[in-house]
């Protein structure tokens, strides 16, 4: 999956909202086949895939739900910790892009500042089939 936007370059002056919007594919990290018996034109539906929508003001050493401001429980295993699955967001076009719009006009609770926004998707009743795409925003006030 693939953070389309904000990216590096996206100019973020006093945003109200800023709106995610990424794609999910189902392949490999490096956009091959899972092995040499996969056709080159398999695909999945998409639509047993949830998302995470999460982000940090601290370069990665906390991270909070976009959803709600709520933190993320932190687990052993993991580097962002465990989201919560209540704030987790179906995939809604299992063909085309998947958009969030994210709330961000508290001035006080989102200064300007860097943010890391990071998008973790998980496969329904097999979590440990999970991947991510982090990026770095920076929002100017």
């Known amino acids: 999956m693939e953070i389309k936007q904000p990216n590096i ?12 919007i990424w794609s999910t594919k189902w392949k490999r990290w490096d956009e091959q086949k899972y092995t040499t018996e996969y056709s080159d034109t398999f695909t999945e539906t998409i639509t047993d895939v949830r998302y995470a929508l999460i982000y940090s003001r601290d370069n990665g050493n ?5 959803i709600d401001d709520d933190v993320v429980k932190p687990e052993p295993s993991a580097t962002a910790g465990y989201p919560d699955t209540a704030l987790w967001l179906n995939d809604a076009a299992p063909d085309g892009d998947e958009t969030f719009t994210w709330d961000v006009a508290d001035t006080a609770y989102f200064p300007e500042g ?4 990071r998008l973790e998707a998980y ?14 925003i920076y929002i100017n006030r």
């Open 114 to 117: 860097n943010y890391l926004i």
């Open 9 to 20: 370059t996206t100019e973020l002056e006093n945003p109200i909202t800023i709106t995610l």
């Open 62 to 66: 906390t991270w909070l739900h976009m």
């Open 123 to 136: 496969r329904n009743n097999q979590l440990i089939h999970y991947a991510y795409h982090e990026q770095g």
